[in-house]
């Protein structure tokens, strides 16, 4: 069975007409994201690139703990954006500019105006952004980045630019927050460095450079772990892991990676 994820390419009414190498696309279509779908033997996360010409929905996702509240079972959304490319002037919305109450979020999602309540950071490559439950986001456009995400599909849209798709502004605004965003979920991450990118109760993450150390391999164990190649290759058993692919290992250590390669890796907690 091969390492190597299948792709799934998603159309997006934000997506790009044309999509950086090594990604390839039909004409007339607007890719938005491109997933590497979940394996059977790692279901928690999904790796996904996404990548925009128009800024997406104001939106928001549940916790585990509301989603099994409301019966849909274990379905929060907890999700990671390292910035890969960032046209001049992009920007991301994440959090409000002061704390506000529900019923000025619901007028706000109604007139359009929510979109100018958010705190919208500049953002350029190796940024990073962590992005709890119940935080109110947006993408904008010109942005391209990898999202690594607990696998749910449960996303409630508060504001939509006029597009005609379904809005969630009851749901939305019982789990958002109107809060702001907190300094500590984001930072910048330069170009080569190796660094541990997340590690909570829902997965880690950590970028490399080359092999990774003692200290990282015992944090992976055992355990099964994705593999994304950013620079280089890295290789699982016989199979050779490109820029633009993502591998699945069932050890960190079954891995080898590129000496001068960067790659990222990832595993639930």
């Not at 619901?106 to 350029?124: C, F, M, N």
């Not at 798709?165 to 500590?184: C, N, P, S």
Request: glycine letters at 10%; hydrophobic letters at 35%; aromatic letters at 8%.
């Amino acid at each position: 069975m091969s390492a190597l994820l299948p792709i799934k390419e998603v159309e997006k009414p934000w997506g790009k007409d044309e999509l950086p190498k090594p990604f390839t696309q039909r004409p007339g279509q607007r890719i938005g994201e491109i997933w590497f779908e979940p394996p059977p033997e790692l279901p928690e996360l999904l790796v996904k690139y996404i990548f925009t010409s128009e800024a997406l929905s104001v939106q928001v996702h549940p916790t585990d703990a509301q989603t099994l509240a409301d019966g849909l079972g274990k379905q929060g959304k907890e999700e990671c954006w390292y910035i890969i490319h960032a046209e001049p002037g992009a920007t991301l919305g994440i959090g409000f500019i002061e704390d506000i109450d529900g019923e000025t979020m619901r007028h706000a999602a109604l007139d359009g105006s929510i979109e100018h309540l958010l705190k919208w950071y500049p953002v350029k490559p190796g940024d990073f952004f962590y992005i709890p439950a119940n935080t109110v986001h947006a993408i904008g456009a010109g942005v391209g980045l990898i999202e690594t995400q607990q696998n749910s599909d449960i996303t409630y849209r508060l504001y939509d630019y006029g597009r005609p798709r379904e809005l969630h502004l009851e749901k939305g605004i019982a789990v958002a927050k109107g809060e702001t965003y907190a300094d500590k979920y984001h930072w910048h991450v330069a170009e080569r460095e190796t660094a541990t990118l997340v590690d909570n109760t829902l997965f880690r993450l950590d970028q490399l450079e080359g092999e990774p150390s003692a200290e990282v391999r015992a944090r992976y164990g055992s355990g099964t772990l994705l593999v994304i190649p950013r620079d280089g290759w890295a290789r699982i058993g016989e199979e050779e892991i490109l820029p633009g692919g993502c591998g699945l290992a069932s050890s960190i250590d079954d891995v080898v990676f590129a000496p001068e390669g960067l790659c990222l890796i990832t595993q639930p907690a």
